[in-house]
C-alpha cells in the first residue's frame, strides 16, 4: 500500500479523457477557496454552447438522503456576465439574452456543515458534493440536461483533491462527465488527507483519511480490501474501474453516503479502540461499499436518472437500505472481518428492539419507505408508536427472506442470486426496476410465489415469525437472563445537563400515568436523580409496585404516579444448536461462513 499525494494520480486510475468538443451545451465549473476561514467557496461556471436563454438549478436534495436540504441557500452574490438573469424561485436561475451560446455566471457559496452529505470548508480541509454546490443545466422537462460537465478545483495552498470522478489529460485538478447525474454524485474531498491504496481484480481503491483519532489506518485498509473482495467473487467482478473511500474521522462524525464509485463514512474520532466499536464501523465501511450494487445500479427508477427538484417517492428503500443493512453483517462475517458470534449477535440486537416497538403494528415496509422524506427523515418522539424504520425492519425482513428463499429452493438459491440476477436485469445504466417489480425477481429465484409474505410482512404489519431462519440454518433464539426486570416505558435524553423524559412508550406505564416528551425529571420517590444515576435507581424497582416521579413540565413542578412494570431480562441471543442436521449445516456454512 502506497501513500499517494493525490488521488487523481496513481497507477491504475480514473480513465483519462482528452477534451472532447461539445455535443451539446459545456459548463465548466471552476471552484476555488482563497480564505477557507470563511466556509465560502467562490465559484464561476462557464457556459458555451448554450441556448439564447437556460435555467441552471441547484439541487433540493441528495441521493441517498431523503431529506429536503435546499443546496441553493448557501448562495450569495449571483452575478451574470453575457446574458441576463432573473431567479425563478429558490433554487433556479434563468439566464437569458445569451449571443452565441456564451456567458458565465459566478457567486459565493457558504459552507459549514460537515457531514458526509453537506458542504464544508473550513482551515483543515473543504468537502463538497457536486449536488450541493454545483447546479445543472436544466432540459426542457426541467431535468438535467446531457452535456459536458467538466469541473477545475483551485485548492488552498498546499492542499489536494481526492475524488472519483475521471480525470481531464493533461489540466491539473479538472475532471470530466457528460452526466450530471455522475457529477452530482461526486464527492470532493480538497485538503491534506492522507491516502493509502489497495488493489482488488487489478482495480485501485484509495482510502482517503480526514480528520484524527485512535484508528489503525492499515488494519481499516486491509479490512476494507476483505470486504471489497468478497463481495466482488459475489457479483462476478467490480462495475467500476476506481474506487475511492473517503473517510472523515472528527469527534462530531458519522453517518454515510454512497456514490457510484465512491462513498463517505464519518466515524467519531475516538470510537476506534474498543472492538464493538471498531466492528460499527468497518460494518459501516461494508454497508456503504455494498451499495455500489444495491441503490447506485439496483434502483427503482425514481431513483436514477434523478429530479432533485422535490421529494421522489419509492415503496423499495426498505431493499435499497434494509437489504443493506442485513447485507452489511454477512459481508464481514464472509470476508473473515468478524466472528460469527457478532454477526448473530447484530441481528439479535436489531430483532429485540424492533419487535418491542408499538410502531411495527402502525407502519408497513412500503409505507416507512414511502414516507422517508416526512418520518424517517423528520422522525419525532412519537416515531417509536407509528412508525419504523426501513433499515432496521428491512434488514429484519432480509433475514427472513434469504431463508425463504434456501428453504425452498433445498439450499440451491438464496438472495445472493436475487441480487445477483436484479443487477443483471436493472443494473445501472440500464433503467431502474419498476415499482413492485422485485417481488417477481425474487419469486422468479425462488420458483414460487411470496404472495402472502409480501402482503403479511411488506406490504402488511404481521408480527414477524423467526421459525424459518432457526430451521434454515440450526440457530436458536433465547434470553441469556431469564425472569423479568422493572419496565417504566420511556427514554430519556440529557439537555442542557438536565434529564427529560424522550419518547413514551405507547403500551408502556409512563403513557398509562400521563408522562410527557421534554418532562424534565427531578426526582424518583422523593430523591434527586440524574442521568448517571437514572437507570441504576430503575432497576432497582419492582414490578408491579408503585413509584412517584416529580418533573418540571413547561416549569411547572408536577408528579407522575407510575405502576412498575416489567420486561424480559437480559438480552436475546442468537446462536447455532450444538446439533444441526447436515441441511442445516451446509446452509449455516454457505450463509456466514469466511470464503
Ligand atoms: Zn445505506
Same mark, same amino acid.
Given at each position: 500500500?502506497a501513500?499517494?499525494?493525490s488521488?487523481?494520480?496513481?497507477?491504475?486510475?480514473?480513465?483519462?479523457?482528452?477534451?472532447r468538443?461539445?455535443?451539446?451545451?459545456? =459548463?465548466?465549473?471552476q471552484?476555488?477557496?482563497?480564505d477557507?476561514?470563511?466556509?465560502?467557496?467562490?465559484?464561476?461556471i462557464?457556459?458555451?454552447?448554450?441556448?439564447?436563454?437556460?435555467?441552471l438549478?441547484f439541487? *433540493? +436534495?441528495t441521493?441517498g438522503?431523503?431529506?429536503?436540504?435546499e443546496?441553493g441557500?448557501?448562495?450569495?452574490s449571483?452575478k451574470?456576465?453575457?446574458a441576463?438573469?432573473?431567479?425563478?424561485d429558490?433554487?433556479?436561475?434563468r439566464?437569458?439574452?445569451?449571443?452565441?451560446?456564451?456567458?458565465?455566471?459566478s457567486?459565493?457559496?457558504y459552507?459549514?456543515e460537515?457531514?458526509?452529505?453537506?458542504?464544508h470548508?473550513?482551515?483543515s480541509?473543504?468537502?463538497?458534493l457536486?449536488?450541493?454546490?454545483l447546479?445543472?443545466? !436544466?432540459d426542457i422537462n426541467?431535468?438535467?440536461?446531457?452535456?459536458?460537465?467538466?469541473?477545475?478545483?483551485?485548492?488552498?495552498?498546499?492542499w489536494?483533491?481526492?475524488?472519483?470522478?475521471?480525470?481531464?489529460?493533461?489540466k491539473?485538478?479538472?475532471?470530466?462527465?457528460?452526466?450530471y447525474?455522475?457529477?452530482?454524485?461526486?464527492?470532493f474531498?480538497? %485538503?491534506?488527507?492522507?491516502?493509502?491504496?489497495?488493489s482488488?481484480?487489478?482495480i485501485?481503491?484509495d482510502?482517503?483519511?480526514? %480528520?484524527?483519532? @485512535?484508528?489503525?489506518k492499515k488494519?481499516?485498509?486491509?479490512?476494507?480490501r476483505?470486504?471489497?473482495?468478497?463481495?466482488?467473487? @459475489?457479483? %462476478?467482478g467490480?462495475p467500476?474501474?476506481?474506487? =475511492?473511500?473517503?473517510?472523515?474521522?472528527?469527534?462530531?462524525s458519522?453517518?454515510?453516503?454512497?456514490?457510484?464509485?465512491?462513498?463517505?463514512c464519518g466515524?467519531?474520532?475516538?470510537?476506534?479502540?474498543?472492538?464493538e466499536?471498531y466492528?460499527?464501523?468497518?460494518r459501516?465501511?461494508?454497508h456503504?461499499f455494498?451499495?455500489?450494487?444495491?441503490v447506485?445500479?439496483i434502483?427503482?427508477?425514481?431513483?436514477?436518472?434523478?429530479?432533485?427538484?422535490?421529494?421522489?417517492?419509492?415503496k423499495?428503500?426498505?431493499?435499497?437500505?434494509?437489504?443493506?443493512?442485513?447485507?452489511?453483517r454477512?459481508?464481514? *462475517?464472509?470476508?473473515?472481518?468478524?466472528?460469527?458470534d457478532?454477526?448473530?449477535k447484530?441481528?439479535?440486537?436489531?430483532?429485540?428492539?424492533e $419487535?418491542n416497538?408499538?410502531?411495527?403494528k402502525?407502519m408497513?415496509?412500503?409505507?416507512?419507505?414511502?414516507?422517508?422524506?416526512?418520518?424517517?427523515?423528520?422522525?419525532d418522539?412519537?416515531?417509536?408508536?407509528?412508525?419504523v424504520?426501513?433499515?432496521?425492519?428491512?434488514?429484519?425482513?432480509?433475514?427472513l427472506?434469504?431463508?425463504?428463499?434456501?428453504?425452498?429452493?433445498?439450499?440451491?438459491r438464496s =438472495?445472493?442470486?436475487?441480487?445477483?440476477?436484479?443487477?443483471?436485469?436493472? &443494473?445501472?445504466?440500464?433503467?431502474?426496476?419498476p415499482?413492485?417489480? +422485485?417481488? !417477481?425477481?425474487?419469486?422468479?429465484?425462488?420458483?414460487?410465489?411470496?404472495?402472502?409474505? +409480501?402482503?403479511?410482512?411488506?406490504k402488511?404489519?404481521? !408480527?414477524?415469525?423467526?421459525?424459518e431462519?432457526?430451521?434454515?440454518?440450526?440457530?436458536?433464539?433465547?434470553?441469556?437472563?431469564?425472569?423479568f426486570?422493572?419496565?417504566?416505558?420511556?427514554?430519556?435524553?440529557?439537555?442542557? &445537563?438536565?434529564?427529560?423524559?424522550?419518547?413514551?412508550?405507547?403500551?408502556?406505564?409512563?403513557?398509562?400515568?400521563g408522562l410527557?416528551?421534554? $418532562?424534565?425529571?427531578?426526582?424518583?420517590?422523593?430523591?434527586k436523580?440524574?442521568?448517571?444515576?437514572?437507570?441504576?435507581? #430503575?432497576?432497582?424497582l419492582?414490578?408491579?409496585?408503585d413509584?412517584?416521579?416529580?418533573?418540571?413540565r413547561?416549569?411547572?413542578? #408536577? !408528579?407522575?404516579?407510575l405502576r412498575? &412494570?416489567?420486561?424480559?431480562?437480559?438480552?436475546?441471543?442468537?446462536?447455532?444448536?450444538?446439533?444441526?442436521?447436515?441441511?442445516?449445516?451446509?446452509n449455516?456454512?454457505?450463509?456466514?461462513?469466511?470464503r
Amino acid at each position: 500500500m502506497a501513500d499517494r499525494s493525490s488521488t487523481s494520480a496513481g497507477k491504475k486510475k480514473p480513465v483519462s479523457r482528452s477534451r472532447r468538443k461539445p455535443a451539446g451545451p459545456a =459548463l465548466h465549473y471552476q471552484v476555488s477557496m482563497p480564505d477557507p476561514a470563511s466556509h465560502t467557496f467562490k465559484v464561476e461556471i462557464t457556459l458555451t454552447g448554450a441556448a439564447d436563454h437556460c435555467t441552471l438549478a441547484f439541487p *433540493a +436534495w441528495t441521493p441517498g438522503s431523503y431529506k429536503l436540504r435546499e443546496f441553493g441557500k448557501n448562495v450569495s452574490s449571483f452575478k451574470a456576465t453575457g446574458a441576463k438573469f432573473e431567479m425563478l424561485d429558490k433554487q433556479r436561475y434563468r439566464l437569458s439574452g445569451i449571443k452565441g451560446g456564451n456567458a458565465s455566471v459566478s457567486f459565493d457559496y457558504y459552507a459549514d456543515e460537515l457531514s458526509v452529505r453537506t458542504p464544508h470548508l473550513d482551515d483543515s480541509h473543504g468537502f463538497f458534493l457536486g449536488t450541493n454546490v454545483l447546479p445543472y443545466l !436544466e432540459d426542457i422537462n426541467a431535468m438535467p440536461a446531457k452535456g459536458d460537465y467538466t469541473v477545475s478545483i483551485k485548492p488552498f495552498k498546499g492542499w489536494k483533491v481526492a475524488t472519483s470522478l475521471p480525470t481531464v489529460k493533461g489540466k491539473p485538478n479538472t475532471w470530466h462527465t457528460d452526466d450530471y447525474d455522475v457529477l452530482g454524485d461526486t464527492p470532493f474531498e480538497v %485538503g491534506t488527507h492522507e491516502v493509502l491504496s489497495f488493489s482488488v481484480r487489478g482495480i485501485k481503491h484509495d482510502v482517503a483519511f480526514y %480528520g484524527y483519532g @485512535n484508528y489503525d489506518k492499515k488494519r481499516i485498509v486491509e479490512d476494507t480490501r476483505k470486504i471489497v473482495e468478497v463481495q466482488a467473487r @459475489n457479483f %462476478g467482478g467490480l462495475p467500476y474501474d476506481y474506487y =475511492l473511500f473517503i473517510h472523515h474521522m472528527t469527534p462530531d462524525s458519522g453517518g454515510g453516503l454512497e456514490h457510484l464509485n465512491s462513498c463517505v463514512c464519518g466515524w467519531p474520532s475516538w470510537n476506534f479502540k474498543k472492538e464493538e466499536d471498531y466492528q460499527k464501523f468497518i460494518r459501516l465501511v461494508s454497508h456503504e461499499f455494498f451499495h455500489v450494487w444495491n441503490v447506485k445500479r439496483i434502483r427503482p427508477a425514481i431513483l436514477g436518472p434523478f429530479d432533485y427538484s422535490s421529494e421522489q417517492h419509492t415503496k423499495a428503500l426498505w431493499i435499497m437500505e434494509g437489504m443493506t443493512q442485513y447485507y452489511e453483517r454477512l459481508w464481514v *462475517a464472509r470476508a473473515g472481518v468478524c466472528d460469527a458470534d457478532t454477526v448473530l449477535k447484530a441481528y439479535a440486537e436489531t430483532i429485540d428492539r424492533e $419487535d418491542n416497538r408499538p410502531g411495527r403494528k402502525v407502519m408497513s415496509l412500503e409505507d416507512s419507505s414511502w414516507l422517508a422524506w416526512t418520518k424517517l427523515y423528520m422522525a419525532d418522539e412519537n416515531f417509536l408508536n407509528t412508525g419504523v424504520s426501513y433499515y432496521s425492519r428491512g434488514a429484519q425482513v432480509g433475514l427472513l427472506l434469504d431463508a425463504k428463499i434456501r428453504n425452498a429452493t433445498d439450499g440451491k438459491r438464496s =438472495l445472493d442470486d436475487v441480487m445477483r440476477y436484479a443487477a443483471k436485469r436493472y &443494473g445501472w445504466p440500464k433503467p431502474g426496476f419498476p415499482e413492485g417489480a +422485485w417481488e !417477481e425477481l425474487v419469486e422468479e429465484v425462488a420458483g414460487q410465489k411470496f404472495t402472502r409474505f +409480501w402482503n403479511d410482512h411488506v406490504k402488511g404489519t404481521k !408480527e414477524l415469525n423467526y421459525d424459518e431462519v432457526l430451521e434454515c440454518y440450526g440457530l436458536e433464539m433465547s434470553r441469556d437472563k431469564e425472569g423479568f426486570e422493572p419496565w417504566l416505558g420511556f427514554t430519556t435524553s440529557s439537555k442542557g &445537563g438536565h434529564l427529560q423524559v424522550g419518547a413514551v412508550h405507547a403500551e408502556g406505564p409512563a403513557r398509562k400515568a400521563g408522562l410527557q416528551p421534554r $418532562d424534565e425529571i427531578l426526582a424518583l420517590d422523593g430523591h434527586k436523580v440524574h442521568a448517571k444515576t437514572f437507570e441504576d435507581r #430503575v432497576s432497582e424497582l419492582k414490578p408491579g409496585s408503585d413509584c412517584t416521579l416529580t418533573l418540571f413540565r413547561r416549569e411547572k413542578l #408536577v !408528579e407522575g404516579c407510575l405502576r412498575v &412494570g416489567r420486561q424480559p431480562a437480559g438480552k436475546l441471543v442468537l446462536r447455532p444448536r450444538k446439533k444441526q442436521s447436515p441441511t442445516q449445516r451446509r446452509n449455516y456454512r454457505k450463509w456466514l461462513a469466511k470464503r
